[in-house]
């Protein structure tokens, strides 16, 4: 079973699309391991809602948190503790997209933090980048986390509006692949995430980031 961790250099970059264009260009199966913020809906019902295949099944979260804060926070206002050891990944045949909340820096608890789930799953990370003041050295910064850890890169995703200077920077000094890029739309609806499945499905395929069956 491959396995794909969607994560990125902060929190509403757009992991979220990026995770239902993944799900939606191989038929995958989708799990958010954690979800904060559910007061205000959850990531695994917006990927649902832009799904058009049949096939992929959206696997219920193991820790759904009402509070829209860093994970460690939303656990303490309801009296929680996250243990990794009792996020179990959805027993599954086919391809597993995994979402991550927040950057890969991001606590979980006391003890641990998101990049240490990513450990856990042996999974091929996609980082989601967004151009602002900084995101070079949030980029470059991800991207030496993870090397270090070990940790297989997929590659990396640009969302939003482009940056040459941000762009040529990233790929130089971080030397990483580039997987697509995803443009400022004024609505994410079912038809233009297939469009954009179709470009990421082939150009993953490609380089064989993801195994054929």
């Known amino acids: 079973m491959e ?47 832009l799904l058009t295949n049949k096939e992929s099944i959206i696997h219920p979260e193991a820790y759904c948190l009402k509070l829209p804060a860093s994970p460690h926070a939303a656990a303490a206002e309801e009296g929680i503790t996250i243990q990794i050891k009792s996020i179990i990944p959805p027993s599954t045949t086919n391809m597993l997209v995994i979402e991550g909340a927040g950057g890969l820096m991001v606590p979980l608890n006391d003890k641990e933090l998101m990049i240490d789930l990513m450990l856990k799953y042996n999974a091929r990370v996609v980082l989601v980048v967004r151009h602002y003041l900084g995101s070079i050295n949030h980029t470059l910064l991800s991207l030496q986390e993870l090397r270090q850890k070990g940790i297989k890169m997929a590659g990396i995703v640009y969302s939003g509006q482009p940056n040459k200077q941000s762009e040529k920077a990233i790929e130089a000094f971080g030397k990483c692949r580039v997987i697509g890029r995803i443009n400022e739309e004024n609505n994410f609806t079912p038809s233009i995430i297939s469009g954009y499945a179709k470009e990421f499905q082939g150009s993953m395929l490609n380089d064989t980031l993801v195994k054929r069956n």
């Open 3 to 49: 396995r794909i961790f969607v994560t990125g250099i902060g929190t509403g970059v757009g992991k979220t699309i990026v995770s239902a264009i993944i799900t939606e260009a191989f038929c995958a199966d989708y799990w958010k391991p954690i979800q904060t913020g559910s007061v205000e809906g959850t990531d695994s019902e917006t990927v649902r809602s």
